[in-house]
């Protein structure tokens, strides 16, 4: 990091600046792509803003020349209005610079904006490219959750009506007696994530290879890694439950005996915890032989005379919530056999490829539906930008001539990016991630919101990577980060629907 500083020439920061060393870095950092991790309070509007303006200062580059893109209209405009507001600051200090007084001009007309309306403007240029109504509307979420609910009952009373196979599978496996509520919940979810990836009909057929697993154990299984992941937080409050117990069953002795508890009992918890916490090398025979076959020691009895009763009765307390901790992981992960876990996932494997069908088939019905009303959703507005900026895996002329009106691209809330707008991006954008103009600025702990289908893992994966040297560069204006996995969205919620069932 400190050599890529030395190489970027930095402009040296005066001893009263307002910035700190990180903020300035972010401020004037260039000649490679830039990934500024910024929590709430690290001034990460303010930053950036700051370097639009010193871009127009130092590099002599217009406003216009500069793509800005947010997720609200609220703050898009914020931005523009500060901006506008440094801009006078400067022009008050340097009245008769000419190319400041011109970007006051050209303010209105940035391109600083939603992607929404940035995709907007691109598709109303060149509409006939795409065989679009130059009158289309943009349907708000309640106009397509009307059409949508419309389109999908239609479709599921046709299928009925066929005696559909697939169909008649997925309603027998999801909905109740009374209505196909919970099917159309499910098909409208994996629609929406399936909408969000840029190869949507390869990554529905590719779902069901998701329930695919080698040999005879689970750990074979592409995601049983993440397993691990979901484990290993709860196995930590475990042990701090066992430390308490300890603590407190200690501070229970009196008249100089010794608790049985950190004697006899302890060693045994921490020796099964400890266990249970080396899972990642287990295989899931074995980590569920762990579960299954230990028993615990019982928790020592009160003795009046030899221990204190109310930290006697708060190291019990604390004993048990470390196992009742330990037999909720049991049982959400650990009830069925290796040889049962292949039956549900042989069985969901048949319901997602049922599913899948049935999502590409409403797919096609909504889209006619939406042409034949001259209507784009949020949805279809970055696809139709894809395929104005692409063909066949190649730039369009039409991305040629955007990626040339631009000399730097800035995302604001990079965490709230989805795999659709992430291709645009990388369509727009100049050189590579050692050598780009791609500017993106967020805090990955707010994609708890899961904006639009975001994918956060877009953050975690450069911000690991722009560590590395011949890479991007992170600033880290806030460290904290939280890993969210879109895919296993997917999965899950397939997959929790179908174990909770009785096959």
């Keep these: 990091m400190e050599d890529r500083v030395m190489m970027s020439n930095l402009p040296k920061k005066p001893q009263d600046a307002i910035w700190n060393d990180e903020q300035w870095q972010a401020i004037y950092e260039k000649g490679h792509d830039l990934l500024i991790s910024a929590g709430a309070g690290s001034g990460k509007t303010a930053v950036l803003v700051e370097r639009m303006i010193q871009k127009i200062l130092i590099d002599q580059i217009n406003i216009d020349e500069l793509l800005v893109l947010t997720f609200t209209e609220a703050a898009a405009a914020e931005m523009k209005q500060r901006i506008r507001s440094r801009i006078e600051q400067e022009l008050a200090l340097h009245p008769h610079d000419v190319l400041l007084a011109t970007q006051l001009n050209k303010i209105a007309s940035a391109n600083i904006s939603t992607f929404h309306a940035f995709c907007n403007k691109l598709i109303r240029k060149y509409y006939y490219l795409l065989q679009l109504d130059p009158v289309f509307k943009i349907a708000d979420d309640i106009e397509v959750g009307i059409l949508q609910d419309d389109v999908i009952e239609a479709l599921f009373d046709e299928l009925a009506e066929q005696d559909d196979e697939a ?16 099917l159309k919940t499910m098909v409208l979810k994996v629609y929406e994530l399936a909408r969000s990836n840029p190869h949507m009909e390869q990554w529905l057929k590719e779902l069901p290879d998701l329930y695919q697993w080698e040999g ?17 937080p709860v196995i930590d409050e475990a042990l701090l439950d066992l430390k308490k117990a300890y603590a407190f069953a200690q501070d229970a002795e009196v008249m100089g005996v010794a ?30 032989e762990a579960f299954k076959g230990t028993k615990l020691a019982t928790f020592p009895r009160f003795n009046a005379k030899q221990y204190d009763k109310e930290a006697h009765e708060q190291s019990k307390k604390a004993r048990d919530a470390f196992k009742k901790r330990i037999g909720k992981l049991e049982e959400k992960y650990f009830v069925y056999t290796n040889e049962t876990h292949h039956q549900h996932f042989k069985a969901s494997q048949a319901l997602v490829i049922a599913l899948s069908k049935l999502v590409f088939l409403f797919h096609e019905r909504f889209m006619k539906a939406k042409h034949e009303r001259q209507m784009l959703d949020f949805s279809d507005l970055e696809w139709n930008t894809l395929q104005l900026l692409t063909d066949r895996g190649k730039p369009t002329e039409v991305a040629k001539e955007v990626y040339r009106q631009f000399k730097e691209i800035m995302i604001d809330e990079y965490q709230d990016v989805n795999r659709v707008q992430e291709a645009i991006i990388q369509l727009l954008k100049s050189g590579g991630e050692d050598d780009g103009n791609l500017f993106m600025v967020g805090d990955v702990k707010q994609s708890i919101y899961r904006f639009r289908q975001a994918a956060p893992d877009l953050f975690i994966d450069k911000s690991e990577r722009f560590n590395e040297p011949d890479s991007g560069t992170l600033i880290q204006l806030n460290r904290n980060f939280r890993s969210r996995s879109e895919i296993l969205d997917a999965t899950n919620l397939i997959f929790e629907n179908i174990m909770d069932k009785e096959l």
């Design 167 to 182: 169909y008649v599978q997925l309603s027998e496996s999801f909905n109740s007696d009374r209505d196909d509520e919970a």
């Design 216 to 232: 005879d154990d689970l750990s074979t299984w592409g995601y049983y890694q993440q397993l691990n992941h979901l484990m290993s």
């Design 259 to 288: 608790h049985k508890y950190p004697t006899d009992v302890y060693p045994q918890d921490l020796e099964y915890l400890n266990r249970l916490k080396e899972g990642a090398q287990a295989t899931y025979a074995e980590l569920r």
